[in-house]
């Protein structure tokens, strides 16, 4: 039997995270639930153990990608073969990781990812939405297909790339330039329709304000990753 970690990064989400751990335990019984703790100065910890997951606590604050990739190293070293990435704001729905795992399983690829767009119409603001178009035109011709929903966090990925991302992994914005990792590697990926709730509680780290540092610092990503797919002289 393949053993799976499900990882839920959270930054000052004791609003949700609870909901989200009991969440996952009654989708997946007896499946070890990690929340990485990117130093809230809320009561997240607290909530977390209370509802029963273990805490892979940061000794900086990281940002997203950095909050991510170590939980992949935490799953890396322990030797899991598979990993769902579920946030901790409460965004994800938790009855969908069966369906992500199932998918991870069957098809062999590298990386699953939730999408928003594949079945019906979903909950996503405008400047989302936007940003989600744009970079699937960037996205395009590098992957060589379309990706529906380049943005989502909800994502699984099996052992091969996990390997890769515990030593490779994007700093802040980690999800887009993520993609352009796995090309590099040849990997394959998989979207699986998913559904994205609505935040009830705390903030997006991408606020309108921010959202035009979020086009240029992954645009940078994405080209440099881009200047590394080519080969070596
Ligand atoms: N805002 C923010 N979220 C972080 C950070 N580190 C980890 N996270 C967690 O990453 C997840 C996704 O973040 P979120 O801001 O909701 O992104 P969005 O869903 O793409 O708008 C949430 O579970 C956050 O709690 C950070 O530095 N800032
Ligand atoms: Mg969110």
Known sequence: MSAVLILVPAFNEEGAV?????????????????VIDDCSRDGTVATAL?????????????????????????AYE???????????????DPNDIPRLLDALRTSGC????GSRFIEGKEYTSFSRSLGIQFFRLVLRPILGREVRDPTS??????????????KSFPLEYPEIEA???????RFRFLEVPCRIRPRTTGRSSI???????????????VL??????RPKP
Do not use: W
């Open 110 to 113: 590298e990386m699953v990812i």
């Open 224 to 229: 440099v990753n881009v200047l590394r797919l």
């Open 78 to 92: 322990r030797g899991f073969d598979y990993v769902i990435r579920v946030d901790g704001d409460g965004q994800h």
């Open 207 to 221: 606020t309108p304000v921010k959202s035009f540092y979020y086009i240029v610092h992954v645009l940078l990503g």
């Open 18 to 34: 609870g909901r989200v751990v009991e969440e996952i335990h009654a989708a997946m019984p007896g499946t070890p639930v990690v």
């Open 153 to 166: 966090g909800f994502v699984g990925v099996n052992r091969r790339a996990l390997e890769v991302f515990s």
């Open 179 to 185: 993609l352009v990792v796995l090309q590099r590697k």
């Open 50 to 74: 209370r509802a029963g997951a273990e805490i892979l606590p940061l000794p900086h604050h990281l940002g997203l990608g950095g909050c991510v990739q170590a939980g992949y190293k935490l």
